[in-house]
């Protein structure tokens, strides 16, 4: 039986030669939108150009908590008052947890399916 590990050893011919950001994602004059991008995908850039012009989604996240005011907003409400998804709108309440700017209200409220939520309010 042969050495299966020789299959998953790397050798320097076998290294990849390491890639700036710049180069990884799109940043050619004129249709970077501002928003970086993969050259590579169609879908990626028609993404970077709907981003285009609109306010950071972290911004959009805090202006729906903060005016929310008192009452709050769980995650699931967020999502559904931005149409954003959980994937899209969560890490950026995580960020703005982590910057001071939301925090937890100590309260819970049921989602949807009737789980228990966080409701954050902006500090």
Not at 27 to 41: E, K, L, M, T
Not at 107 to 116: K, Q, Y
């Amino acid at each position: 039986m042969s050495d299966q590990g020789e299959l998953f050893r790397v050798t320097e011919a076998k290294r990849p030669t390491s890639m700036s950001r710049g180069a990884a994602v799109g940043r050619r004059a004129g249709d970077s939108y501002g928003v970086p991008f993969q050259r590579h995908s169609d879908t990626s850039k028609a993404a970077a150009a709907a981003l285009r012009g609109s306010q950071t989604l972290r911004a959009l996240v805090y202006e729906a908590i903060a005016s929310s005011g008192d009452r709050g907003m769980t995650d699931p409400e967020a999502q559904a008052h931005l149409g954003l998804s959980g994937s899209t709108q969560r890490p950026r309440r995580v960020r703005l947890v982590e910057l001071g700017l939301v925090r937890d209200s100590g309260n819970r409220r049921a989602s949807e399916a009737r789980r228990l939520c966080t409701v954050w309010v902006a500090t």
